[in-house]
Each structure stands twice: as structure tokens, then as C-alpha cells.
DNA sequence: GTAGGGTTAG
């Protein structure tokens, strides 16, 4: 069994990020020296020490200095133990080198330390930074006897992979195990509940946080701010914000999202001013939630000043996050020239999502030249994408070109792209009920009907007319049909209609954008029927009361 | 005597 082949290995291989953090540590570094002086001077080193040295290499950000002691203490005669390991994972998980994590999980493998809760939690941490889940589950699978840290690790694991509901699933297991969830556990588990939008669950969450007395947590109040924010309760979100006893870059940006997600937009430029003045310097993703502000009101001299303040003043490498909040605002502000040099002279190459936000403008301002070439840079980079050959082919309907319109129908008939089916869900005493479009399938679907007859009625007497040149946006294929099986959303909201109390709020979920005429009926239902009616779209959300919608009638 | 897990990214 070869130590020493398992170590000069693991010091070839080290990528260079632990140069960089040797820079930035250099203060640390100087420490180091006096702590490697010392150790040094020891007369005797056993392993302990040894990995009291290796520790704080690591922790200083020493990663190659610590690896290569590794390999120094096999050449002393020491075998390195599962402190050692432990201790030097988290350098290939932070810098994604699987092929090193794998060798040091061999070694854990053969000297029999694979099945301890350190080492699995390391292990299990390692695997799900460099993307490979199921490895990671495979050695919580092995863990004798799972800790509490290990759970935390597998539920961090799941959810930074996209995989939320196992990361509720490995809670549960914890629970019944009868180990006591730690402020990490709701830290790593409140983004699967904002992403799944079950405000539900969060909630039953934020329970747990509350009688564990882990609400002061820097950390949990932040992901509670941003959870309560993405499932729809911007006002909850903001009174855990003002009550949070210190504020990082972290917590002032999830608020400013959640105020560019459902429309106060003032109110994110201003947090954005106020976390200048507290906070210092804003970071990258501080910018993209300011920007994605700036865009969702279409606030187009404002996008630019933050766009020229962050690369200048701040001096921040725009990432494709940022370049794509500036491209929407000039693009959906007509400026379509000036969107597409924008796009054109990025610093990073331009993805199919880039030249989409131009495509759409096009379609709504009418504009088939610059169409066509947006078009065909996204065929290029996808060319299955299914939402650009429709953007297209109605651009040339728009245009009177329908030949070139009928061509693109029929090549993606010949690639076979279909559309993905818009759908919408509502939660109702817990139980999340899914519409698609002309869907009959639900056992109250007669009852909607009547209700929606009646709305209907009702709106036509306020002065309601369909409005079926949706131009804006990529909608359902049925849109010229404004009935009731048209458009799932407001088979949603009857549904959440007839099915709770008056007065209770709605939320209903969209998988696409809504369409104008959609958009236009919600604002008489919440009036008829005097309810709040909160929609989140595939871009943001939309509070619907009294006739009225946050968004301004832009989005 | 030493060690593992965390929040923001339309």
C-alpha cells in the first residue's frame, strides 16, 4: 500500500487556489512561520502534532504547505490518521479535486476509518462540492452511527445539489433518530423550502428555529429572510430582517432580492444605498440583486450608473448575471441597438440566455432584423432551444412574414420540439393542487366553471375586454382562446376561490410568464372579490389587490 | 492534546 505514492500525488496535483489564499493570508502566514518554528524545535513529534500543524496550514489557507507535510510525515515513519484526513478534505472540496478526495477516501477505506462520522462527514462534503452526490450518499449509507453533523452534511449535500426533497426526507430520518437539529441543519435546509415555494414548510421550520432558539443566527435569519421572501411573504421576510442583531452582506442581499422580486423596487435601491453606508463594499451578488431591481421596473439610467459603479468604482468582473439584468432593461426598453452592442461587446461569451432577452424584445418591438440574427446565435448554442423558434416564428407573424413563419413551425416539427405544457399550482390547506392548460382533469372542475361564468359575467359589466394580441411575452399557444381552459393560472385561482374563506389570500405559482390579458383579469378578480392574489411567475411576483398589481403593469 | 457541517446568485 503505497503512502508515499498517495502523497507526492496529492501535492502534483494541488491546483493553484491555494496560492491565492496564501496571498490573501499573508498575515496569517507569518503566524504560520512562528508556529512552524516552534514545531521545528520539538524534540519529539508524534501525530498530534503533526496535525495540530497541518490544521492550522489549512485554516490559514496553506493548502499546499499542509498537503505537503502530509506527505513529510510518511517520510518520518507516521501514518496519517483520520484527523489527517479529515483535516485535509475540505481543500479538494474547495477546490473541486475529485481525483485527490477519491484517493483519500481510498486510503480511509483501507485503514478502516471510512465508516466514522468524522470522516464521513468530510467525505460526504468533499464528494457533494465536486458534484458527485451519489457518492456522497453512498457514504452516508456506510456511517456507523450517523452524528448530528453528518446529517448536517448530507442535508447540505442534498440541497446544494438540487435535490430538495432530499434534503427533507434525510431531516425526517434525522428526527427519528432522535438527534437534535442545529442552527447549520436550518441553514442548509430553508433554501429547499425557498426553492420549492412550500411557504408551508418553511414555516413548520422556522417553528423548530424559533423553539430551538437558533433565531438570532446570523445565518438562519438570512436564509429565513430569503425563504420567506421567495415563497411570497416580502412583509415576514422584512420584520425578520429588522429584527436580526447584525447584518452581513448575506442578509442585506437576500432583502434587496426579495424587494426586486416582488416590486417595491424603491425600496431595494434604497437598502442597496443603506448597506453601501453600513456594510462597505458590496459584492457581486449584492450587484446582481440590485440590477435584477433595476430591471424588473425597467429603470434603465439606474442599470447603467450600478453597472458603471460595480466594474469601475468597485472594480467587480461582471459575471453573465449582471450583463443579463442590463441587456433586459435596454432590451425591453426599445433600445434594442444599444442591447445588442452591449451583448455583443461582453467581456465573456454571450450564452443562448443572453441573446433570448434580445429575442423577446424583438418580438414585442417588432424588429424581425435583429431577430434573426439573436436567433441564430441561439441556434447555435442550442439548437433544441424550443422557446426561441416559437419567439421567432412569431416575430415573423408579427411581421407578415408567414412563409419564413410556417418554415420554423416545420422545422421544429422535423426536430421534434414540442412544447413543454405551461401549468400553475396553488396550495390549499397544505395540499398543492396542478393545472395545465384545458385542464378538465380536476374533481371540482364543474364547479370552477360555474364560478368562473359568474366572474366572468361580472367583469364584462366593469368594463373587461379580452385582449388576445398578447405581444409581450412567450405564452401559452392557446392564448387567442380566453376561456376558462386556457390559461391555467386562473383555473388556479377560481379554484383557491371557491375552496377557502373569503378574504383569504391566494397564492398561485406559474411555471412561464404571465400574459397580459391573464394579467388584466387578476386585477378585476382581486377587486370582485376583494382578496390579495399573489402570483409568482417565471420571473417574479405579482401582488394582485383592489385592481392593482405591485409590478406597475411591467414585467 | 488534534477533526467534520452553514445563509445571498432573475
Known amino acids: 500500500m503505497g503512502g508515499c505514492h498517495y502523497d507526492r500525488k496529492l501535492l502534483d496535483e ?60 510518511t517520510h518520518v515513519g507516521l501514518r496519517p490518521d483520520s484527523f489527517t484526513l479529515s483535516t485535509v478534505l475540505p481543500i479538494f472540496a474547495e477546490s473541486g479535486s475529485v481525483s485527490n478526495g477519491k484517493e483519500t477516501h481510498g486510503y480511509a477505506i483501507k485503514n478502516g476509518m471510512d465508516r466514522e462520522a468524522f470522516m464521513g462527514s468530510s467525505l460526504i462534503d468533499m464528494y457533494a462540492k465536486c458534484t458527485l ?44 433518530w432522535k438527534l437534535r ?26 417553528g423548530f428555529i424559533i423553539r430551538g432558539g437558533f433565531d438570532r443566527n446570523v445565518f438562519v435569519a438570512s436564509a429565513l429572510v430569503d ?56 459584492n457581486y451578488v449584492a450587484f446582481v440583486a440590485v440590477l435584477t431591481a433595476c430591471s424588473h421596473a425597467g429603470l434603465v439610467d439606474e442599470a447603467q450608473k450600478f453597472f458603471s459603479n460595480m466594474t469601475k468604482d468597485y472594480g467587480i468582473t461582471p459575471c453573465l448575471e449582471h450583463y443579463a439584468a442590463v441587456a433586459d432593461v435596454l432590451s425591453r426598453a426599445g433600445k434594442l441597438e444599444e442591447a445588442y ?33 439573436a436567433a441564430e446565435k441561439i441556434f447555435e448554442l442550442e439548437p433544441k432551444n424550443i422557446g426561441s423558434h416559437l419567439i421567432l416564428s412569431n416575430v415573423y407573424s408579427a411581421t407578415g412574414k408567414w412563409k419564413e413563419a410556417a418554415e420554423i413551425r416545420m422545422v421544429m416539427r422535423m426536430k421534434g ?32 366553471v360555474d364560478a368562473w361564468e359568474t366572474l366572468k359575467d361580472q367583469m364584462e359589466r366593469e368594463g373587461y375586454v379580452p385582449n388576445t394580441t398578447d405581444a409581450l411575452h ?39 410568464r404571465v400574459c397580459v ?37 411591467f414585467w
Open 474 to 512: 412567450d405564452v401559452e399557444e392557446e392564448q387567442k382562446v380566453i376561456s376558462l381552459s386556457g390559461h391555467s393560472e386562473r383555473i388556479a385561482i377560481v379554484y383557491g376561490i371557491i375552496s377557502t374563506s373569503p378574504g383569504t389570500t391566494l397564492r398561485v405559482t406559474k411555471n412561464i
Open 14 to 73: 494541488m491546483p493553484s487556489r491555494g496560492l491565492g489564499a496564501r496571498n490573501a493570508n499573508n498575515m496569517r502566514a507569518s503566524t504560520m512561520d512562528s508556529v512552524w518554528r516552534l514545531f521545528d524545535g520539538m524534540v519529539e513529534r508524534d501525530v498530534v502534532s503533526w496535525n495540530t500543524v497541518i490544521g492550522g496550514n489549512v485554516e490559514s489557507g496553506l493548502y499546499e504547505e499542509a498537503l505537503a507535510m502530509v506527505r513529510q510525515m
Open 417 to 448: 420540439l414540442k412544447k413543454q405544457p405551461a401549468c400553475s399550482w396553488i396550495e390549499i390547506k397544505n395540499k398543492v393542487h396542478g393545472f395545465v392548460a384545458h385542464d378538465t382533469s380536476h374533481p371540482c372542475y364543474q364547479k370552477i
Open 341 to 373: 452592442d452591449f451583448i455583443s461587446k461582453m467581456h465573456i461569451k454571450p450564452t443562448a440566455s443572453i441573446w433570448s432577452i434580445l429575442l423577446g424584445a424583438c418580438r414585442v418591438h417588432k424588429n424581425g432584423e435583429l431577430a434573426e440574427i
Open 181 to 206: 437539529p442545529m442552527a447549520v441543519t436550518f441553514s442548509c435546509l430553508l433554501p429547499a423550502c425557498a426553492h420549492l415555494n412550500t411557504l408551508h414548510l418553511g414555516k413548520q421550520l422556522h
Open 133 to 176: 452526490l451519489e457518492y456522497s450518499y453512498h457514504v452516508m449509507g456506510r456511517v456507523a452511527n450517523p452524528d448530528a453533523i453528518a446529517w448536517n452534511s448530507i442535508i447540505a449535500a442534498s440541497v446544494q445539489n438540487g435535490q430538495f426533497d432530499d434534503g427533507l426526507r434525510f431531516f425526517r430520518q434525522m428526527l427519528q
Open 517 to 553: 390579458d391573464c394579467h388584466t383579469v387578476i386585477k378585476y378578480i382581486s377587486r370582485i372579490v376583494r382578496r390579495e392574489i399573489i402570483v409568482r411567475d417565471l420571473n417574479r411576483f405579482h401582488h394582485f389587490n383592489d385592481g392593482q398589481c405591485s409590478c406597475g403593469d
Open 227 to 282: 425563504m420567506y421572501a421567495k415563497c411570497g411573504s416580502i412583509c415576514i421576510a422584512r420584520r425578520i430582517f429588522d429584527q436580526m442583531p447584525s447584518l452581513d452582506m448575506v442578509s442585506w442581499t437576500a432583502m434587496i432580492m426579495g424587494y426586486a422580486l416582488h416590486g417595491p423596487v424603491q425600496e431595494a435601491l434604497s437598502l442597496f444605498r443603506r448597506m453601501e453606508m453600513d456594510n462597505g463594499k458590496p
